[in-house]
């Protein structure tokens, strides 16, 4: 199973090992760990209206979601040669300092895991249906979407290989 | 037949619900014209009309507002996708 949508915490570890078990071909994975940030609704504000987040919610469309992931690495597997992917996106309350998404990719050589572990995760962010909210000091607020977000899913549309 | 409209993040706390069952009435072929029409609902619907960069999907596969749909569908819209 490459694509989890859950809850529960994982173990990077643990992960990152199982997409090399039990094989002698994987010379690089390539992994990436997402935390919650407390200083994201600080950063908006301005410097000095510092509202930390407290918590965050994270909403998701059961069923397209999976699909969308499940298409994300199929994309990255069509531009990239690696042998495996794992993408773990968690839902539901989250504190500061928790773990949110993990984004791994195994293959011979890093070039490949390098950039396949890069570009999933840069589609995942604009392309995979979920919604964080924010809970701070002032309220709950859905975050917006980032332009920065955008750009760095754009830059993969030029040819790669 | 009856057409599944689901909604999600802020959208869905400004309806108040999280899907709505609708008859396509006749001439509602695209994702946009079906926007309109619940948009004419009225308030809170309008928030259809006025949410910046709507983003939809027709049977969980992300589209355009002039994706055609058809009784039966799925459809969804909702706010640009935040996660990661």
Known sequence: MSVSVQ??????????????????DVGAVA????LVRADKQAEKVGVGETAAVQAMTLEHYPGMTEKALDAIVAEARGRWDFFGARVIHRVGKLLPGDRIVFVAVASAHRGDAFAA??????????????????ETPDGGRWVDARESDDQAAGRWQSPQK | METKVLFFAGLREALGTGSEAVILPAGIGTVGALRDHLAARGEPWSVLAT????????????????AAIKPGDEVAFFPPVTGG
């Open chain 1, 117 to 134: 572990c890069e570009f999933i995760m840069d589609y995942l962010k604009t392309r995979a249906p979920f919604w964080k909210k924010e």
């Open chain 1, 31 to 34: 992994s990436f760990v997402g």
């Open chain 2, 51 to 66: 949410t910046k960069n709507l983003r939809a999907a027709v049977n969980q596969q992300m589209v355009g507002l002039e």
């Open chain 1, 7 to 24: 809850e529960a915490d994982f173990d990077a570890g643990a992960e990152i090992a199982a997409l090399s078990a039990g094989r002698d």
